[in-house]
């Protein structure tokens, strides 16, 4: 069992972050085939948050194979010093809670459907002038997008008012069939033009409505519960309201999209009401303005992300890992242009594919050039520039390259969603018969990069060939096989998405859990046959026969923006002694030691320790300002430290650590960041 401390009663639930734009455009091939770019969100969360009790709590999270339960562990707290021990070791009390998923609770999926519908009757009561769209169930709850005037805060409140009267009233929800034509004669007797586009992208028959007594009705295939009165109305909350575009398309009427969550009961409504008070307390965004760690000027443009001093120490640590790790598994470092004619990107595809993601172009000297959105191409570009023989492979390429991608201004989101990013983007070119191997030391590499920065839990998907792909049965067999054999060399379990594959080859695709258990998809490998093909690159066999090499795709942090924002969250901003960009303050009691302070400042500087000197304010502000800061490390002068050339540390992980000399401190805190520890 996982310790977590004296946090008290805990709870755990799944939950997705909500979309910031609303967009039914389906993706692209490209789009599908690369998703390292930094548009994953949140997948699952468990919470933390103290009980009324003074009781000591261990918790850990059981995994169910549909739900996430937590169990709370009650043990007694320990004695104080003077106290009289406990020696009474027995079993302790365990408080268990279960928060269902659409896929794990029929009932729970019943419930939110039927939400989405009693909402869309509550507004159509209080704003009859209101057009209903869509009105499905989501992961944690549901939504309905009307077209209608903006709506407040104050309108959510009495939206759900009107909700809890129709759910107290207990009317039954009666499911009809009816002709197309019938339908299309019922919509529009009552003037709703929405819902006939959407009858007209129905393919199956009978239609099938959905009435709640004999006052509502929508367009609907179910399930839903049988009454009202089924929902408990304390267990609703509507969460806010969003713009959509109408089939996500810009040129369409914007919508007002109303949010709402739904539970089976009061108590999984609570725990989510508290996971979303600590998702918004880990928020990188409000983090990152803080700790002063990046910021997107609007002056700028959105999506473009700066990188403040304190931000890029942090990222230089990152990079110089990555670099480090990678030049001594035999990848060599490249760098390579922003910007490229077009006509690499029709050589590469992704103008017929991914052009809807790529800014536009622009001419120079009645040429065209294009910013690019993906690395690969430029790397393929290196392979190429000389023949190559069998004896050449494996050849490893990789580079932190930073691609443009279009993004629609509504779906941008912190560094989760952004425009300029930078991957951490590697090219394998390889023979078939070393597939496997060098999947193996990629999933090898993953492991030690995502180990440095305290990531070791993963959930793994090995994706196969899709309907429409390139290359042959035998080559897709034989490199599926490859990767299989990798991922079970490697000892690692997978879930197989079938036919989920990239159009030009199988990937692994793996997901990262952070300290709160949410699920962040950063590393993919992915087999290409395309590529090779598209630019005709070829080696020379030991038969002197020209041949194609298989290439390999991957990246391990997926971008280095993202990635960020992950580490942040999953810190809470309290970035370990080795990560912190300021491991140390130094602070004078008095002006009076601040010359010795500046001296102590300097020798940590140049024994690579990353310090500061902060003066001005009174001691207290001073360590108040450095805990909110959330300095690990503060080295406190006062005039017994200044005459004996010492320094009282107080670790922000550890309480006061005591009087030491410069030395001791600077020897304490290049061991303890080396070796990745507290001090």
């Known amino acids: 069992m996982k310790s977590f401390g004296t946090l008290g009663k805990t709870m755990a639930l799944s939950l997705s972050s909500q979309p910031l734009f609303a967009s039914s455009k389906p993706l692209s091939p490209l789009k599908n085939a690369?998703?390292?770019?930094?548009?994953?969100?949140?997948?699952?969360?468990?919470?933390?948050?103290?009980?009324?009790?003074?009781?000591?709590?261990?918790?850990?999270?059981?995994r169910c194979r549909n739900s996430f339960s937590t169990h709370a562990v009650q043990e007694a707290a320990p004695p104080a010093a003077s106290a009289q021990t406990n020696t009474n070791t027995g079993a302790s009390s365990i408080d268990k809670i279960v928060l269902p998923t659409n896929e794990s609770s029929d009932g729970l999926l019943r419930i939110r459907h039927t939400c989405a519908h009693v909402m869309a009757m509550?507004?159509?009561?209080?704003?009859?002038?209101?057009?209903?769209?869509?009105?499905?169930?989501?992961?944690?709850?549901?939504?309905?997008?009307?077209?209608?005037?903006?709506?407040?805060?104050?309108?959510?409140?009495?939206?759900?008012?009107?909700?809890?009267?129709?759910?107290?009233?207990?009317?039954?929800?009666?499911?009809?069939?009816v002709s197309r034509d019938e339908a299309q004669r019922r919509i529009m007797s009552i003037n709703e033009p929405y819902k006939i586009e959407i009858l007209e992208s129905i393919q199956e028959e009978p239609i099938t409505i959905y009435h709640i007594g004999d006052e509502w009705w929508d367009l609907c295939a179910g399930p839903h519960v049988e009454t009202t009165g089924k929902i408990n109305k304390k267990a609703i909350e509507l969460e806010s309201v969003a713009g959509a575009y109408w089939r996500g398309d810009v040129k369409k009427p914007m919508l007002q999209r109303i949010y709402g969550t739904a539970w089976e009961n009061e108590d999984q409504l609570k725990a989510y009401l508290h996971f979303k008070e600590e998702a918004k307390r880990r928020d990188h965004r409000r983090i990152g303005q803080d700790l002063d760690l990046f910021s997107i000027q609007d002056e700028a443009g959105g999506g473009l992300v700066f990188w403040h001093p304190k931000g890029a120490i942090v990222r230089h640590i990152i990079e110089d890992t990555w670099k480090k790790i990678h030049m001594e598994r035999g990848y060599d470092l490249l760098y390579t242009p922003h910007v490229a004619k077009a006509d690499l990107w029709k050589i590469s595809g992704h103008l017929d594919?991914?052009?809807?993601?790529?800014?536009?172009?622009?001419?120079?000297?009645?040429?065209?050039?294009?910013?690019?959105?993906?690395?690969?191409?430029?790397?393929?570009?290196?392979?190429?520039?000389?023949?190559h023989s069998y004896r050449d492979f494996p050849i490893r390429v990789a580079e932190l390259g930073t691609v443009y991608r279009y993004e629609l201004s509504g779906s941008l989101h912190g560094l989760f969603r952004v425009r300029g990013f930078t991957q951490d983007d590697a090219h394998i070119f390889c023979l078939e018969d070393q597939i496997k191997d060098e999947i193996r030391g990629v999933l090898d590499l993953t492991e030690e990069i995502?180990?440095?920065?305290?990531?070791?839990?993963?959930?793994?998907?090995?994706?196969?060939?899709?309907?429409?792909?390139?290359?042959?049965?035998?080559?897709?067999?034989?490199?599926?096989?490859?990767?299989?054999?990798?991922?079970?060399?490697?000892?690692?379990?997978?879930q197989i998405d079938d036919g989920g594959g990239a159009f030009y080859g199988p990937k692994i695709d793996l997901k990262i859990e952070d300290a709160l258990g949410r699920k962040w998809q950063c590393s993919t490998i992915q087999v290409d046959f395309n590529l090779p093909q598209r630019f005709d690159i070829t080696y020379v066999d030991s038969n002197q026969e020209r041949k194609r090499p298989i290439m390999i795709h991957r990246a391990?942090?997926?971008?280095?923006?993202?990635?960020?924002?992950?580490?942040?969250?999953?810190?809470?901003?309290?970035?370990?002694?080795?990560?912190?960009?300021?491991q140390a303050r130094v602070l004078p009691v008095t002006d009076a030691q601040l010359q010795y302070c500046n001296e102590v400042?300097?020798?940590?500087?140049?024994?690579?320790?990353?310090?500061?000197?902060?003066?001005?304010?009174?001691?207290?502000?001073?360590?108040?300002?450095?805990?909110?800061?959330?300095?690990?490390?503060?080295?406190?002068?006062?005039?017994?430290?200044?005459?004996?050339?010492?320094v009282t540390v107080r670790s922000?992980?550890?309480?006061?650590?005591?009087?030491?000399?410069?030395?001791?401190f600077i020897s304490r805190t290049k061991t303890a960041s080396e070796n990745r520890t507290f001090l």
């Open 556 to 582: 391990v942090l997926g971008s280095l923006e993202r990635f960020f924002g992950v580490l942040i969250e999953n810190y809470a901003g309290d970035f370990p002694l080795w990560l912190s960009p300021i």
């Open 450 to 494: 995502l180990q440095q920065f305290g990531f070791d839990k993963y959930d793994v998907n090995l994706s196969t060939r899709p309907e429409k792909a390139v290359g042959d049965d035998e080559i897709w067999e034989r490199a599926t096989s490859a990767l299989k054999d990798a991922l079970e060399d490697k000892g690692w379990s997978y």
């Open 652 to 664: 922000r992980f550890a309480g006061e650590l005591g009087n030491m000399s410069i030395d001791e």
């Open 353 to 387: 594919f991914y052009k809807e993601n790529m800014f536009d172009q622009m001419e120079i000297e009645e040429e065209l050039f294009q910013l690019r959105p993906m690395n690969c191409p430029y790397h393929v570009l290196v392979y190429k520039r000389q023949l």
């Open 122 to 177: 509550a507004v159509q009561k209080l704003y009859p002038n209101a057009k209903v769209t869509i009105g499905p169930w989501i992961e944690n709850g549901f939504y309905y997008d009307f077209d209608m005037e903006p709506l407040t805060d104050r309108d959510l409140k009495r939206i759900k008012k009107e909700m809890d009267r129709i759910i107290s009233r207990n009317l039954p929800l009666v499911r009809e069939e």
């Open 34 to 62: 690369f998703p390292f770019s930094p548009i994953r969100q949140i997948s699952t969360l468990f919470l933390l948050y103290p009980s009324n009790n003074n009781a000591t709590t261990n918790k850990f999270l059981l």
């Open 601 to 646: 400042g300097k020798k940590l500087k140049a024994s690579g320790i990353r310090a500061e000197v902060i003066s001005g304010e009174r001691l207290p502000k001073l360590i108040r300002n450095a805990e909110t800061q959330k300095i690990p490390l503060m080295a406190v002068v006062g005039p017994k430290e200044a005459e004996t050339q010492t």
